[in-house]
């Protein structure tokens, strides 16, 4: 059974940074499209990042320039390296497979 287990969440600063990671077991993860989501309170659900099992990378617009995905195949884990935090981009963060498995999230709070 696969599973996916967030980390790294918390409370930063305006102009901050934190860095989130998610660790994957029981699959071959290298063949696995990923990505990062956010819902705010009221809000639906919206894509981050994705990095594809090749190493190609796509951005919201909201994020692009400040935010970076990367994957690390031989640990099983993709991360998202978040700079210059704006208080906008307070929301639970979720790590998903495309393959259609969610993690349990991260919650990230920007806040001075």
């Known amino acids: 059974q696969v599973q996916l287990v967030e980390s790294g969440g918390g409370l930063v600063q305006p102009g901050g940074s934190l860095r989130l990671s998610c660790a994957a077991s029981?699959?071959?993860?290298?063949?696995?499209?990923m990505g990062w989501y956010r819902q705010a309170p009221g809000k639906e659900r919206e894509l981050v990042a994705y990095v594809s099992s090749s190493g190609s990378t796509r951005y919201a617009g909201s994020v692009k320039g400040r935010f970076t995905i990367s994957r690390d195949n031989a640990k099983n884990a993709v991360y998202l390296q978040m700079n210059s935090l704006k208080v906008e981009d307070t929301a639970v963060y979720y790590c998903?497979?495309?393959?259609?498995?969610w993690g349990q999230g991260t919650q990230v709070t920007v806040s001075s």
């Open positions: 029981g699959s071959i993860f290298s063949r696995n499209a």
């Open positions: 998903y497979d495309y393959r259609g498995i």
